[in-house]
Structure formats: structure tokens, C-alpha cells
């Protein structure tokens, strides 16, 4: 699960945004278009017609938005499907897509009145569409990735995914079109859940009449594109949708997505001018063929990059080993040159000194307190060690996967950086299932992982990652600490707003302070867009935005 | 020739129930639990208990083997955990394009390696059987990923002659079955050389040219019936492991074969695909030293079964 690995998990926050939804409690404008902003700034009128060709990293594991938990599966969910409420072009600001809504029951009632809009067979989007999904991701037998998003927070989750009952209670067709969903409490984050593709609209009659395997390759959905064919280990090939609900998108006729595993190939023919985009159909530009790109003056011009809402981090376990000691944690946080890192990882990346990213709406410290403030000094880790009774250092294991060539370099280089201070480690290299398994068992000393943002709220990477109830999958370095599950938990029940972030910007503070992580670096996104496709932008929190793209004459 | 035949593929049945015990058994030493990596971090412990069960990994060892071999007598592979659909139908898929390809870096091979050891053998140490010697030395010491990626650069990208990359009709196949010819040919020619010089100094051809055949017809009618055989038997098992998946080529043109199927479920311990994959490769070996064997008897009278 390579891609499904930076598909972590996320919580960094459009705070300011929500907010206002929340406090205005008041029906959201319905035809908010991103494109329009967007073609404001491409400076040109977008040609209809065309065919966009992209090669392909691998088969999409899911094509069906229940099960689609990769960035290779949502680069084809979100042609293919929609949700009841979408990222407005390149912010994270939550617009209207299937539905306008209303909030209210301080915060706990959701209200969405749907609009008129088709699935590629012809039958009409209904509140239906969403309670199916919604049962469907949260049945035990979907092993759907999207379950713990909505459950228990969706009131009656608990009883449905128990067996308990045969409907879920917070989930309402108040007419036709009028969908009302409860919570048991506020949750700032609910309308970022429903922008993902989980909780897409799909055709109650279509689902109910073809077995799972089937839905899985077949999609039938309301998105700007329509598939056309696969051909197994060849190609996908979309078709617009004549009669998208959107108005006037999408602007080419075709895309065609071959199947090709091969980087060096893949760049070929890119530079040959044979692909228009390497983006997420590749995962990114990978980062040995950066430097050759951005320093090739033909290309470099064509990159586009976007510090991700990620970091990589160097994880130490608080419970196992030397490290249990937060001493010991303090000292090795100044033995890390993250100048480094970052250079292996080819300038894709910024030196990272907190959790929250910077490109995190809401929850970056420009400055942090004294305390948390580490900077490589390999004589100051030696003596911080020695005090804390390890003059000879000791010795470790590094754990990492490989699910990318960087995560080994970066456990090569971090092992050299301990030696420096008398930590003598070696290194574990796995698959990423056997990365999680040994995980689990809480007894990895060290190692090193990523975390992507599932959506722009501090909270998916404090609460995920360092509440002391999400030992040992996510927060898999053991840190326990009440006041901070104390600060984590409240969080997660107060509306956004600044009382909100303050709370978050608190717990990291304390979580900083105790080392649990070393964080390592900020990755870098990089895509590669031929000058001739035009309307190409990064949406952090989604893939390729190729409904608002077009092909220029060339 | 009939109870031979039987008796040989009795014998490629424990062949692989052997195989199978060994890919299973090493395959899940290693400590890995695919339910989480399926259904995510968000998923609660109990979806993940949920998904064990399903995968039937909540079983004991010696059980799901006993399992996996009842489901695979009914032509069960199981299910990919990564891509949730049945080995069968991955293997189904890309089979094809496997066979297309190794179909073509065996002719290729062929038809680069015989007159390469032909020419050699007839102009035995004289400056065609060097140049001819030297050209197999450089493409067998030659790694494959390198030859792979200069034609792909040369040919694919700056001349722009072939696709670079990918799966599809003929034109895809050419450079990745160059690629192997040109690496693998020379086996093919010093076998055939080694052989048809030890034919070529027997009896019956100082006979056949002393009743005044031809040189070619020495070469080909007599001399190079007798002087095939050890190639044939390399054939055989060179096309076997073809079929099997082209592993590194496949791999450095990305192309939508069983060898990359196979490398792929290795990186992502994708248990079931692995199994799959390796069980298809060793019945094709088996199966194919089978044919060899048989076509033995009918490429040489002096070799009989009974």
C-alpha cells in the first residue's frame, strides 16, 4: 500500500472558514464555481474538446469510493464521483458540490438540500444516494477505510455497525432531496469528512444490483467523467460527461490513462511530449528526476510544487528501550541535521522543527517556546546523553518500509547522525504491512514514518498521532500524557475558532517538549505540466483537478 | 512414451505441492497483517479483527494451508489484498501479455544465437568465430536493466521509433524482447557452438562430405539435427521461466506483465498474488521440461521411453 501510506490521515484546519459556517449557521452560496476564479488567473479563454494522455503508476486498486483509501484510487474516484460538498479550487475553503446545507442543533444537526443533478444511467441524485454510501462504508463486510471517520460520531453509527439496528439514526431522508444527518456532538471537522470521496453520492439501484468486485472496477456516478473502457494492464479511458451538473466543465472530451510502472520511461515520454501531466497519476515527480527536470532549462519552468500537508518524522518510542527515558528523547533531537534529510531528499522538502506543517491552515507555530526550540549540536546531544546516563550512548534499531527509496536513505543517513553521538543503530527495512505489524506491537525503538493530512485540521495529526487512545496504530511512538488527551479531547468536541487553535497550539507545545518525535522534513509536491495543458492548480487536500483542464493548441 | 509421460507428471505434482509449502511457509513467517494496511489508520480495531477473519488469518498456520490447497484444487487463488479481486483474474489478465512478450524475446534469442553459434563453430577460431564470440561475451555480460534503458533512450526516446514504455499492441514488445535476445543470445550461441563442433568432427559428416553434400546440407540437414539438442533442452527452460514473468524487464519498461505482478505483491506482501505467481511460474517449468523431454525422442530416434 505505497500511496496509501502518505494517505494517512489529516486534520489541519480551514479554521477560519468553518468557522464562519458555523457561527452564520446559514445556507452556503449554491453555485460557487472554482473554475471561475481559476480561468481568471490562466488569463485565457479554455478550448472545449481534446484528449488529455497521462501514463499511469499502476491499475487503480478501487474504483469504488467506499474502498478508494490511495491517491492512485481517488485520482480516478474524483472524476468519477461527487460529494455533498467539495474544496473550492486551490484553498481549503469547503464549498457546496452536490448540496447546499444548513448547521444547526448547535453544531450537531447537518441539513443538505440537494440539487438536481443525474448518474451517467440517467437516475436522479436523491438524499438515498448519500444513506446508502454511508451504510455501505460504515458495514464491517466493505472494509471500507473511510468507517472511523463517521463512527460513532454519526448518532446511531454505533448500533448500525454493531448489527444492532438496520438503519442508521442520525441518517434522514427528510424528502426526496433534503438529507439530514446528527452527531452526537459538534465536530469542526465533519464537512472536510464529507468532502472526501468516501461519502461520494452513489445510485442506491445500480449498488443493489451487481456484487461488490463489480461496483469496485465498474463506477456509475455523477462525476465530470465517465469510464469508457479498460482495458486490463493497458489503459482506462474516460469520456466527459455530457450532462455534468456543473455547468459548462469539463472542458476536454477525453483523458487517457496508460498503464505504465516505469519512472524513467514515464519521464521519456513526457519530455517527448506524449503525456501532458505527471501528478498523481505518478504520485508526483519523483525525486531523482527533479534535479535533472528543474535544472533542464526546456522543463523547469513547467514544475509546479507545493509544500504538502505532511511531515516525515523519526518516531521514538516512549514506552521501550533507552528512549522510554525523555531525556534521552531531548538529547537525540539535537543529533538530527535535518539540512541533510532535506538534501536527500533531493530539496523536495523544508527542515521540519514542530508536528503541524506550515502549509497547515491553522495550528503552525512561527515561533515556539524556548523548550522546544532543537537545532543540530552533536556535542550538546552527547553531553545530554551522558547526563542522562548514557555516556557510551547505547545501541537501537531504526525501523522503516519500503514503499519509498527515500524512506532508507533517510534511516542510513539518521544512523550515521546517532553514531556520531555513540548511538550505534542498524536498520530494519520491511514491507509496509510488516512496518505496521511490528508497529503494533508498540516495540519498535525507532523509526521512521510520514504523515498526509486527510484534511486541513491540527487535530488529525495531534489527536491521531499523540492521544493517548490511539496506541499503538497511530500513535505508535506509546505517548501517554493526561493533560495532553485532556487538551486533545477538548479540541475535538469545541467549534473551530481561535479558542480552538489555541487549544491545539497547548498540546503540541507539551508534546514538544517530551520528544516523542524528532520531525524530520516537510515534503514538497512537485508536478510536471506541459505549457499546452492548461487549468492545472494543486488542491492540497485533493488529486488532479482535471475537470477545470484544457489542451491549448501546440 | 504414454506411462512415461504420466509417471512425469505425477512427479510435477508433488513438485509443486512441495513449491507450495515452501512460498507458504516463508510467506507468512514474516510478521505482516494486511488487514490494517487495507482498511486504513482511521479504521477501529474491531473492522480490523472483522477483516482478519474474512482473509481467514485468524486461523492457525497448518489450517490456512489446508485451506488455500482446498481452494486452489477448485482453481481458488484467493484474493489480492492489495487490488481485492482474485489472483486468478490478475494472472487471467496479464498472462497474455506475458506470452506475448516472452514469445518474442525468444525468437529474438533464436534468431540472433543460432547463426551466431553456427557461424562460430564453422569458422572455428578464425577471425569471424572471434568477432562472432566477443559480441556473445559483451551481450551476456551485460547487465539487462542497462541494455534496457540505452534502447529505450537511444531507440524509444531520441530516435522515437518504438514506445519508450507501457503495455500494448507489437510496437510495445519490440525493445523489451531486444533487450533480452541481446543478453540472453549468447547462451545459445556457445551451446550450439560447443556441440556442433563435436558433431561436426564425427563419422557420418567426414561421410557426408566425402559422398560430396554440400557444405550446406552438412551444416543444416546433418550437423546442426545433432548439434541442437543441448539448445533445445536450454530452450525449454529459458521459455518456461519467460512464461513465468520477464521480472526485470518488465519491471525496467513497465510493462503490464506477470513478473511485475510478481514484483509488486513481493513489495507490498501481497501473500495471496505471491503464491499465485510463484505456483504459475513453477507449473510452467515443469510442465514445459515435460514437453522437452518428449520432443527429445522425436528430434533424436536413439532416445526412447519405455
Known amino acids: 500500500m505505497k500511496s496509501t501510506k502518505m494517505r494517512l490521515s489529516g486534520v489541519v484546519a480551514a479554521i477560519g472558514v468553518l468557522g464562519s459556517a458555523l457561527a452564520g449557521c446559514g445556507t452556503q452560496g449554491a453555485t460557487t464555481s472554482p473554475q471561475a476564479a481559476n480561468n481568471a488567473t490562466q488569463g485565457a479563454t479554455p478550448i472545449r474538446g481534446g484528449t488529455l494522455a497521462l501514463d499511469l503508476s499502476s491499475q487503480f486498486p478501487h474504483l469504488d469510493p467506499a474502498k478508494a483509501y490511495d491517491t492512485t484510487s481517488d485520482e480516478a474516484v474524483e472524476q468519477f464521483y461527487n460529494q455533498l460538498v467539495t474544496y473550492q479550487g486551490a484553498a481549503n475553503t469547503i464549498v457546496p458540490s452536490l448540496a447546499t446545507y444548513t448547521i444547526t442543533g448547535g453544531g ?5 438540500h440537494i440539487r438536481n443533478a443525474k448518474f451517467w444511467n440517467g437516475d436522479p441524485v436523491t438524499a438515498q444516494s448519500f444513506i446508502t454510501e454511508f451504510e455501505r462504508v460504515l458495514n464491517n463486510n466493505m472494509q471500507s477505510g473511510g468507517q472511523g471517520f463517521v463512527y460513532p460520531l454519526i448518532k446511531g453509527s454505533a448500533a448500525y455497525v454493531n448489527n444492532r439496528t438496520r438503519s442508521v439514526s442520525g441518517l434522514k431522508a427528510l424528502d426526496a432531496r433534503t438529507l439530514q444527518i446528527t452527531l452526537l456532538h459538534p465536530s469542526a471537522t465533519f464537512l472536510y469528512v464529507l468532502a472526501m470521496p468516501f461519502f461520494s453520492a452513489v445510485d442506491p439501484t445500480y449498488v443493489n444490483a451487481h456484487p461488490e468486485a463489480y461496483i469496485d472496477t465498474h463506477p456509475m456516478g455523477t462525476g465530470p467523467f465517465e469510464l469508457a473502457s479498460y482495458t486490463a494492464g493497458k489503459n482506462y479511458v474516460l469520456t466527459r460527461n455530457p450532462n455534468y451538473f456543473v455547468k459548462g466543465i469539463p472542458y476536454l472530451n477525453k483523458i487517457v490513462f496508460s498503464i505504465n510502472s516505469s519512472p524513467q520511461s514515464v519521464m521519456f515520454h513526457f519530455e517527448q511530449g506524449g503525456t501532458g501531466l505527471i501528478s498523481w497519476n505518478q504520485g508526483g515527480v519523483p525525486a531523482e528526476d527533479y534535479l535533472p527536470l528543474s535544472t533542464n532549462p526546456k522543463y523547469s519552468k513547467d514544475l509546479r510544487k507545493q509544500t504538502e500537508v505532511a511531515v516525515n518524522y523519526l518516531g521514538l518510542n516512549c514506552k521501550y528501550g533507552p528512549t522510554a527515558n525523555a531525556a534521552v528523547r531531548r538529547a537525540l533531537e539535537y543529533a538530527v541535521n535535518k539540512q541533510q534529510i532535506v538534501r536527500i531528499l533531493a530539496g523536495l522538502a523544508i527542515p521540519a522543527n514542530q508536528i503541524l506543517p506550515p502549509s497547515m491552515p491553522a495550528g503552525y507555530e512561527a515561533n515556539l517556546p524556548k523548550q522546544d526550540q532543537y537545532y543540530y549540536d552533536p556535542a550538546l546531544a552527547k553531553r545530554l546523553l551522558a547526563q542522562a546516563g548514557y555516556p557510551r550512548g547505547f545501541s537501537t534499531t531504526i525501523y522503516t518500509d519500503n514503499s519509498a527509496a527515500t524512506d532508507l536513505k533517510t534511516a542510513e543517513a539518521v544512523q550515521q547522525m546517532f553514531a556520531q553521538v555513540g548511538v550505534k543503530a542498524t536498520v530494519n527495512q520491511s514491507s509496509w504491512s510488516t512496518f505496521l505489524t511490528n508497529n503494533e506491537t508498540g516495540r519498535q525503538p525507532v523509526f521512521t514514518l510520514a504523515w498526509l493530512e486527510d484534511f486541513p485540521d491540527p487535530s488529525d495529526f495531534l489527536n491521531t498521532l499523540f492521544n493517548s487512545n490511539q496506541i499503538p496504530v497511530n500513535n505508535s511512538t506509546n505517548y501517554s500524557n493526561p493533560q495532553v488527551d485532556a487538551l486533545l479531547n477538548r479540541g475535538s468536541m469545541m467549534s473551530a475558532g481561535a479558542a480552538r487553535n489555541n487549544v491545539y497550539k497547548q498540546a503540541q507545545n507539551i508534546i514538544l517538549s517530551q520528544a516523542p518525535w524528532i520531525p524530520l522534513a516537510y515534503p514538497v509536491y512537485v508536478a510536471a505540466v506541459q505549457p499546452w495543458v492548461k487549468g492545472f492548480y494543486i488542491n492540497p487536500n485533493l488529486m488532479d483537478p482535471l475537470q477545470y483542464m484544457w489542451v491549448a493548441k501546440h | 512414451m504414454i506411462s512415461y509421460i504420466i509417471r512425469r507428471l505425477g512427479g510435477a505434482v508433488i513438485v509443486l505441492l512441495g513449491i507450495s509449502i515452501i512460498t507458504f511457509v516463508i510467506a507468512f513467517l514474516v510478521p505482516a497483517n494486511p488487514a490494517r494496511a487495507i482498511v486504513g489508520p482511521h479504521a477501529p480495531e474491531a473492522l480490523v479483527l472483522q477483516v482478519d477473519k474474512q482473509l481467514g488469518l485468524d486461523q492457525p498456520l497448518p489450517i490456512r494451508y489446508v485451506n488455500y490447497m482446498n481452494n486452489l484444487v477448485h482453481g481458488n487463488l484467493g484474493m489480492s489484498y492489495v487490488l481485492d479481486q482474485p489472483v486468478t483474474n490478475l494472472i487471467e489478465q496479464r498472462v497474455g501479455a506475458t506470452a506475448q512478450l516472452a514469445l518474442a524475446a525468444w525468437v529474438l534469442e533464436l534468431v540472433i544465437g543460432i547463426p551466431l553459434g553456427i557461424i562460430s563453430a564453422v569458422y572455428d577460431r578464425k577471425i569471424i568465430d572471434h568477432i562472432a564470440s566477443l559480441l556473445a561475451l559483451i551481450g551476456i555480460s551485460l547487465p539487462v ?32 524482447g531486444l533487450t533480452y535476445a541481446i543478453t540472453g543470445a549468447a547462451y545459445y550461441s556457445r551451446l550450439l557452438k560447443a556441440s556442433m563442433l563435436d558433431v561436426l568432427s564425427s563419422d557420418y559428416i567426414r561421410t557426408a562430405k566425402a559422398k560430396g553434400a554440400s557444405p550446406a546440407r552438412v551444416i543444416f540437414a546433418h550437423a546442426l539435427r545433432n548439434g541442437i539438442i543441448p539448445a533445445l533442452t536450454y530452450g525449454g527452460i529459458d521459455i518456461a521461466a519467460l512464461f513465468g514473468g520477464v521480472v526485470v524487464i518488465e519491471d525496467v519498461f513497465g510493462y503490464s506483465g506477470l ?5 509488486q505483491a513481493i513489495s507490498n506482501l501481497d501473500v495471496p498474488v505471491i503464491m499465485g505467481t510463484v505456483l504459475f511460474a513453477t507449473a510452467f517449468v515443469v510442465l514445459v521440461n515435460v514437453v522437452v523431454d518428449v520432443l527429445y525422442g522425436i528430434v533424436d530416434p536413439r532416445i526412447t521411453y519405455s
Open chain 2, 145 to 176: 536493466f542497462f541494455v534496457g534503458l540505452e534502447l529505450m533512450y537511444w531507440i524509444g526516446f531520441r530516435l522515437n521509433w518504438l514506445p519508450v514504455g507501457g503495455t500494448g499492441g507489437f510496437n510495445y514488445i519490440i525493445l523489451p
Open chain 2, 259 to 263: 513478473g511485475q505482478l510478481a514484483v
Open chain 1, 108 to 112: 450537531t444537526v447537518y441539513t443538505f
